[in-house]
Each structure stands twice: as C-alpha cells, then as structure tokens.
C-alpha cells in the first residue's frame, strides 16, 4: 500500500518537556490508523505538528513523498489535509450549511481570479466577483451547495432538519458532528479526527462508529485519536500507541490490544479486558 502520509523522527519540546519524542508514522492510501494512549501522550501535539498548528524541533511530515514540514495550516488545506479538533470549533452564528460550506473554500476556483503584482487587487477582484455574481460564480456555487447538502445527508436526522439553524443552538454531539462534515467538505485527501467521540453518550458513539466506517468503506484515509479503545479496536487497520510522547507499540488492533507494553500504560499490571471496559467508560 502506497504511503499517503510518512512521519519520520517527529519530535517537539516545551521546555524540559519533549511533549513529542522521535515518532515515526505512516498511512497508507486508503488506511485508517489509529493513535491512542494515555493523557498527556503526545496525540493531539503530533496532530498539530502534522498539520502546521505548531512546529516541530525535530524531524520531517511527508505526504505524497512530499516534504510538508512546517508548512501552514491554509496550504496544507489547500493540499489535502482536513482536521477536527479535541475540544470543538464550529462558527456559532453561520447556520449548519454555511458552516459546511466554509470547508469548501480551498476548492473555491471561480471567485478567485489569478492576479498577481500588486498587492490587494486579488483581494478587490475576489470581493467584485463575489457582489456582481456572473455565471461562473454561480454554478460553482450551487455545485458547492450540493455537495454539502450530500455530506450533511451523511449525518441523517442529526443535521438534515436542522441545515438552517445557526450552530450554537445545536446540542454539543451534533456540533461536533457539524465539524466533521465541515472538513469533508474539503474532499480530504487524509481526514484527522480528534476524539470525534468525545462528550458523546453510548448510543451517539454507535452513530459516530457507524459514519467513520461508511468514510472508510468509500476509501476516505483517516487518522484518528481516540479514547474509546472498543471502537478503535473495529475500526482500525492499524493502532500507533504514544506513551510520554514516544511510539510504545504499533499493529494490528488485536496484537496491540494484548501488547505488555500498552496494557501497562494504561493500567499497570491489570489485564486487557480492564484496558478496553476503563477506556470506554472514560
């Protein structure tokens, strides 16, 4: 399987703490890779060292054999790269659709003219184009609108009622199912997940189990963090576990789940089935 994704030494410092500590990770086209471990491993530091949140002292992030490292979050859109975030961010007073439609904005070709040489003329022709509307601009954006309304389709009775409510009336489950469609709409080539799951109940977590492996099925590549061990474990085709920001082990769901070294990151000396019923509950 061609790599998509190939981190190699990946390391950053906060002081006299290394949050991130010479990791290696690769996703293949079409993979879901998981990343899960303890609090304070180092998950969502590598996720915003990926992509260009922060940067890192050590170490290279290639995707597609090319070198990304370092590079902002707007080019790295503009490359392919979609993520959630652990705690999450929808814009609270754009309706669920347009908050979708922001996602799309790398993809943007006709409202953006290419005029270069004098700065702030990109700028005033991208505004004219916007209030004059030609044709051009129009398609494309009722093309954009369908699309959303396709990926806001995804999420069945959860959004689709609901497309022209402004997102701070939504309950915090559907907000962050607002967010996930919102980097679709970007038609990422790799899809970073942080905890999609966090703060949601039993059966809210089923519906979001449920949604990612659709995304798989239709060959989205994904890279998730996750606490809840039970869902990782059916999804993944693959498990990357951080423990202190370094890599402790890496496979295959089950032989991770019954690695030593994992099980006593977690919990000491306990058995495995205490791993996946602790992670769940957390």
């Given at each position: 399987?061609?790599?998509?994704?190939?981190?190699?030494?990946?390391?950053?410092r906060?002081?006299?703490?290394?949050?991130?500590?010479?990791?290696?990770?690769?996703?293949?086209?079409?993979?879901?890779?998981?990343?899960?471990?303890?609090?304070?491993?180092?998950?969502?530091?590598?996720?915003?060292?990926?992509?260009?949140l922060?940067?890192?002292?050590?170490?290279?992030?290639?995707?597609?054999?090319?070198?990304?490292?370092?590079?902002?979050?707007?080019?790295?859109?503009?490359?392919?790269?979609?993520?959630?975030?652990?705690?999450?961010?929808?814009?609270?007073?754009?309706?669920?659709?347009d908050?979708?439609?922001?996602?799309?904005?790398?993809?943007?070709?006709?409202?953006?003219?290419?005029?270069?040489?004098?700065?702030?003329?990109?700028?005033?022709a991208?505004?004219a184009?916007?209030?004059?509307?030609?044709?051009?601009?129009?398609?494309?954006?009722?093309?954009?609108?369908?699309?959303?309304?396709?990926?806001?389709?995804?999420?069945?009775?959860?959004?689709?009622?609901?497309?022209?409510?402004?997102?701070?009336?939504?309950?915090?489950?559907?907000?962050?199912?607002?967010?996930?469609?919102?980097?679709?709409?970007?038609?990422?080539?790799?899809?970073?997940?942080?905890?999609?799951?966090a703060?949601?109940?039993?059966?809210?977590?089923?519906?979001?189990?449920?949604?990612?492996?659709?995304?798989?099925?239709?060959?989205?590549?994904?890279?998730?963090?996750?606490?809840?061990?039970?869902?990782?474990?059916?999804?993944?085709?693959?498990?990357?576990?951080?423990?202190?920001?370094?890599?402790?082990?890496?496979?295959?769901?089950?032989?991770?789940?019954?690695?030593?070294?994992?099980?006593?990151?977690?919990?000491?000396?306990?058995?495995?089935g205490?791993?996946?019923?602790?992670?769940?509950?957390?």
């Amino acid at each position: 399987m061609p790599s998509l994704l190939e981190i190699s030494g990946l390391t950053r410092r906060f002081g006299g703490l290394t949050a991130v500590n010479a990791v290696d990770l690769r996703v293949g086209e079409g993979e879901l890779v998981s990343v899960i471990g303890p609090n304070g491993a180092g998950k969502t530091t590598l996720f915003n060292l990926v992509t260009g949140l922060d940067h890192p002292d050590a170490g290279k992030v290639h995707f597609e054999d090319e070198d990304i490292t370092g590079w902002p979050a707007p080019r790295l859109a503009e490359r392919g790269l979609a993520r959630t975030f652990q705690h999450g961010r929808v814009f609270a007073n754009l309706t669920v659709l347009d908050n979708v439609l922001v996602g799309a904005h790398t993809r943007l070709r006709a409202v953006k003219p290419r005029i270069g040489g004098v700065p702030g003329v990109a700028a005033l022709a991208e505004l004219a184009l916007a209030l004059v509307q030609p044709p051009s601009v129009t398609r494309e954006e009722r093309a954009l609108r369908e699309e959303a309304l396709g990926i806001i389709a995804l999420f069945g009775e959860r959004l689709a009622p609901r497309i022209d409510n402004p997102a701070y009336s939504l309950s915090y489950a559907n907000r962050r199912r607002v967010e996930i469609a919102r980097a679709l709409a970007l038609k990422p080539r790799l899809l970073l997940l942080d905890e999609p799951t966090a703060g949601m109940n039993e059966s809210e977590t089923a519906e979001m189990l449920e949604i990612i492996r659709t995304l798989k099925a239709r060959g989205q590549t994904i890279l998730l963090i996750e606490h809840k061990l039970d869902l990782v474990m059916q999804l993944s085709d693959r498990v990357v576990v951080l423990d202190d920001g370094s890599k402790i082990a890496e496979g295959q769901p089950e032989e991770v789940r019954n690695d030593p070294r994992v099980i006593e990151a977690y919990l000491g000396h306990r058995h495995v089935g205490g791993l996946v019923q602790e992670a769940v509950a957390a």
